[in-house]
């Protein structure tokens, strides 16, 4: 009876029963982080920011972002950028268009510890995985639309792939390697760089010129 009255009370911060369940899920998703992290000789927030710079538009791994994403301020970022540089899973690079732009990017170890990670984090995927069809639309849609509240109010790092953005523009140079092009930040962007994350993200379609 304690242990029960214990978990009811533990972390709950409303009165609104959907919002003590995440609230708790969040608890419960950053136990399985943590559990998955230590296996590999990592810390969450590693894990995170490792998985950011694989997962994002290269234009877009500056330290700010993985900050935004994180929820953690520029100074506790740094402390995390460096400790994977000097672990040899990070370099940092200027960006070629602009040379006040420091970039976050993978070493060959850094994209063989992402791989690692990949292999190790099963738990919510099987979790998920257990769910039913119409179970995991719901989550998806629920969660979805939670996301861009907290992302309005800054509390969510919203970034999305190429698809359905109002700034693609699909095959404007065919026979380009890089054939499609993004009309908000003027860069040429390959068919492999699509689906990676960006934080410029804005659904819509834009009328053809
Ligand atoms: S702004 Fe839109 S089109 Fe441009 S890179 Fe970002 S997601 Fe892609």
């Known amino acids: 009876m304690k242990g029960k009255q214990s978990s009811q009370n533990h972390g709950a911060s409303s009165g609104n029963p959907l919002v003590q369940s995440l609230t708790r899920l969040g608890q419960a998703t950053r136990a399985v982080a943590l559990d998955e992290a230590r296996m590999l000789g990592l810390t969450p927030i590693q894990v995170q920011s490792l998985l ?20 953690a301020t520029h100074a506790s970022v740094v402390g995390t950028v460096d400790g994977l540089v000097a672990r040899g899973y990070l370099v940092r690079t200027v960006a070629e268009d602009d040379r006040r732009v420091t970039l976050l990017r993978l070493t060959d170890d850094g994209i063989r510890a992402c791989v ?10 099987q979790a998920v995985s257990a769910m039913t069809a119409e179970e995991r639309a719901g989550l998806d849609r629920g969660v979805g639309a ?11 790092w919203l970034a999305h792939s190429c698809h359905g953005c109002m700034h693609f523009q699909r095959n404007k140079n065919p026979a380009s390697e890089t054939p499609h092009r993004c009309a908000l930040l003027q860069v040429a962007l390959a068919e492999d ?8 993200f804005i659904s819509g379609t834009r009328t053809p010129r």
């Open 146 to 156: 939670l996301m861009e509240q907290l992302g309005e109010g800054g509390y969510a």
């Open 52 to 71: 950011f710079v694989q997962e994002t538009k290269p234009f877009a791994t500056m330290v700010g972002n993985l900050a935004r994403l994180l929820g």
């Open 116 to 125: 690692r990670i990949r292999e190790q984090s099963k738990t919510l995927d």
């Open 193 to 200: 760089q699509l689906d990676l994350e960006c934080p410029e």
